[in-house]
């Protein structure tokens, strides 16, 4: 079935280093992707998206592109401040069946702590 | 702005009782979607809806049920309410994928603790 994979936290960076957080995901179709991000207390709110193969996302400094050939979304930021600190989700939404509904599958989430 | 807001962000219950999680939304949305999300498992869905009074399950509807009886409001109910469903509860809403447009607009959460 459909599934995303990301890497493992937490990951704890300096502030003004360079983020990788990886994403891979399996789907039957042709999938959006998506990065939300989870501030401390809030709910989910999306931070970019990609809808076809090679499409770049970008947002707030964060980019990720959309790899149909590895299967992978991965995240980038050139340059992290404290304030990105939070939970980072990679998400797909694929369409199915006859509701065409679109549901979000989403993956475990990664923890990002930025330290001064 | 979208937006989507839940009834409350903290729930005290004990077990055995009928619970019911209220989410509205204010964009004409024709998705709607219920999450749990549990530290190292990310959010899985629970039900979803995509019109008024249809319904289909996620991949761990046991234990709950749903009701959408109008387009802007989606229940999630736990019918006899267990420690094991101590969880945060999210819902989100979306246009209908047929508008090449899937992005999901969420709540703030709400936190349930079952005692």
């Known amino acids: 079935g459909d599934s995303v994979t990301q890497m493992e936290g937490p990951v704890t960076l300096s502030e003004e280093a360079f983020l990788t957080i990886n994403c891979t995901y399996t789907a039957t179709g042709y999938p959006s992707l998506f990065w939300y991000v989870q501030y401390p207390g809030e709910g989910l709110q999306l931070l970019l998206k990609a809808t076809k193969a090679d499409d770049k996302g970008s947002n707030k400094g964060f980019e990720a592109t959309y790899r149909k050939e590895t299967t992978s979304f991965h995240l980038e930021k050139g340059s992290v401040q404290v304030s990105d600190s939070a939970v980072y989700f990679c998400?797909?939404?694929?369409?199915?069946?006859?509701?065409?509904?679109?549901?979000?599958?989403f993956g475990q989430g990664t923890t990002l702590q930025v330290k001064p | 702005d979208v937006k989507v807001t839940q009834s409350s962000r903290y729930l005290v219950k004990r077990t055995g009782e009928k619970v019911f999680l209220e989410c509205v939304q204010d964009?004409?949305?024709?998705?709607m979607f219920w999450y749990r999300q549990d530290p190292g498992l990310g959010l899985r869905l629970i039900y979803f809806?995509?019109?008024?009074?249809?319904?289909e399950k996620g991949d761990i509807p046991e234990g709950y049920s749903v009701s959408r009886e109008k387009k802007e409001r989606f229940s999630l109910i736990l019918e006899s309410a267990s420690t094991n469903q101590t969880s945060m509860y999210l819902c989100?809403?979306?246009?209908?994928?047929?508008?090449?447009?899937?992005?999901?607009?969420f709540g703030q959460g709400t936190r349930l603790t079952v005692v």
């Open positions: 964009m004409d949305h024709e998705n």
């Open positions: 998400a797909l939404s694929v369409t199915h069946g006859s509701s065409n509904t679109g549901k979000l599958i």
């Open positions: 809806s995509y019109d008024v009074k249809m319904k």
């Open positions: 989100a809403s979306s246009l209908w994928a047929g508008t090449g447009n899937t992005e999901a607009f």
